[in-house]
């Protein structure tokens, strides 16, 4: 008999999420269903290691894979190319200047597969954004946004949902300056959710779920680091580190 999933009443207290260990094995990672984006519900699912995903002609679906692909801010692997990009000065960086526009650019730059980023969705990060849960860092060339990459920031994890580029190297370019402000303020690992070849050459690695959790459970019991530092730089004065 196929378990049955878990139906979330927007009612319900906005932590009533089950055990992931109810997550179906086919599709990876679905544990529930319904409830609602709230501010409250988002932050708790996080914390779980939950992410709501789904397109418009389906109710709010969440899921928490396993294993889970993640990167750790010290392991990023930057290749000889990205580096000359980074030297070129071809782009400047931001952070928080434009966070509505670069969900935007995700949810278009997905637009003939259908996207996640409905506008509900939209609604609701960029609602997490107005509070200082979520953040955006943005890649300009000539005063264009061209790249960028947003998330959800809980204690010492960053949470990455999606990144679009218009220019080689651009959403790059925006990961690279993540990943240093990740290290300035002590964030330990950034969330990618699920594997794919692309993450694999930055240095992305996977975890079973329930070391994921652990880890969750040690990291977001830090207060959020503040403030991000909101200052634009060309991408060679970004203080990039070895890894």
Known sequence: MSPELHWLDPAEPPDRFPDSRYALIDPDGLLAVGGDLSIERLLAAYRCGIFPWYQDDQPILWWTPDPRTVLIPREMHISRSLQRTLRRDTFTVSVDRDFAAVIAACAA????????????????????????????????????????????????????????SRRSDASKVALVRLVELCRELAIGVIDCQLASAHLATLGARSLPRREFETLLRALTSYADPQPWPRDPMRTSEIPVEAA
């Open 109 to 164: 730059d997905r637009g003939k597969t259908g996207t996640w980023i409905t506008a509900e969705m939209q609604a609701a990060y960029c609602a997490l954004h107005a509070l200082g849960h979520a953040h955006s860092i943005e890649t300009w060339q000539d005063g264009e946004l061209v790249g960028g990459v947003y998330g959800v920031n809980i204690g010492r994890v960053f949470f990455g949902e999606s990144m679009f």
